[in-house]
């Protein structure tokens, strides 16, 4: 699988993170490197670095940062350590693994963990999900029955994760056992994730990928050509519903139409067993330049105010399955989540 994941998103320097910057790419490959908590949280709120668990990767690192900048010395220090990773919790608010991997940096800090502790629970966070996204890809992939092709959404590969990535590093899989032969890629606006990020993931990496706006995939649908649209997530309730990228949900309902399965690929980590309903789950909103500029060129009369929610909820009757490390939740519900996830 090597040959389908040479992409990495995050480097670790020990003094520094630096981070691939996604939002020059596919024209300009550069690096944006970190040394404080604060320049990582800033990094994440600029998109220079997104994906849910990328974000989760990220924010580990930053709280090593933290260490190394203020020291673990005294109650003083750890003090302005918390602070820090009270930054990198507000830098974005819909992605639950941002919040899982701070409080994983947060315990080992309680447990009055030292410098080097908290760099080997990042690394261990970093190395978790790469193995993670590996078992995810065998999973889904033996869902899918070799002839027809497959639809994403956003990115969720290498640049998303700590490597080939959930609904990408399913695709990855699937290509490498012949089980996909062509890949379409929605645009994904505002961001355009799917042309600049996913489709520049795919060439760089061989595999045959068709670009096409979102406004084009219910008459895709139409020809029969695809059998699975496969999907990430960035947050999944205790029933099974899905926080993903904005146009997820039309997805689903235009799967649903069409006899189309549909498949969510995400960790256990993104799971949040405390919200019951996707109603619960915090949207963020980004700010209405996104969509009224393009390219530093506004593109809508001045005065048009536009509405940019940056996720959209997809209800769990509409997925066929969700792919996760553990295994496969098909037809999710409460009581399939809990048999694999567990929670009360």
Not at 174 to 190: I, M, N, S
Request: aromatic content about 4%; glycine content about 8%.
């Amino acid at each position: 699988m090597s040959t389908y994941d040479a992409v990495r998103a995050l480097v670790w320097k020990h003094d520094a993170l630096e981070l691939l910057d996604q939002r020059r790419l596919p024209a300009v490959r550069e690096f944006v490197r970190c040394t404080t908590a604060q320049e990582v949280a800033e990094a994440i709120r600029a998109m220079v670095v997104r994906g849910a668990p990328a974000i989760g990767i990220a924010a580990a690192y930053g709280v090593v940062l933290a260490g190394r900048q203020h020291g673990l010395r005294d109650a003083d220090a750890v003090r302005r350590v918390e602070e820090d990773i009270e930054r990198l919790a507000q830098s974005r608010p819909t992605a639950v693994n941002l919040f899982w991997a701070l409080q994983r940096m947060r315990q080992v800090l309680a447990d009055g963990g030292t410098l080097e502790l908290l760099e080997e629970a990042a690394r261990r966070i970093e190395q978790e999900d790469l193995e993670a996204n590996r078992r995810m890809g065998e999973f889904g992939a033996a869902l899918i029955e070799p002839g027809r092709d497959v639809l994403t959404h956003c990115n969720t590969g290498s640049l998303a994760t700590a490597g080939l990535g959930t609904a990408l590093g399913v695709i990855r899989t699937a290509y490498a056992q012949k089980r996909v032969a062509h890949v379409f890629a929605d645009e994904t606006r505002p961001w355009l994730q799917g042309a600049r990020l996913t489709a520049w993931e795919l060439k760089e990496d061989g595999i045959p990928v068709t670009l096409l706006c979102e406004g084009a995939a219910a008459s895709l649908m139409q020809t029969g050509r695809i059998g699975w649209v496969i999907v990430g997530a960035d947050r999944i309730t205790a029933r099974g519903d899905v926080a993903n990228k904005i146009g997820t949900y039309g997805l689903a309902i235009l799967a649903r139409h069409h006899g189309v399965r549909f498949m969510v690929v995400a960790p256990s980590s993104t799971f949040d067993l405390a919200l019951h309903s996707g109603a619960e789950i915090p949207i963020e909103t980004r700010p209405m330049e996104e969509v009224t500029m393009l390219a530093g060129q506004r593109i809508a009369p001045e005065g048009v105010e536009a509405w940019n929610p940056s996720f959209d909820v997809t209800p769990a009757e509409l997925i066929d399955a969700i792919v996760t490390e553990r295994g496969v939740i098909l037809r999710p519900d409460a009581e399939r989540v809990r048999a694999i996830i567990g929670g009360a």
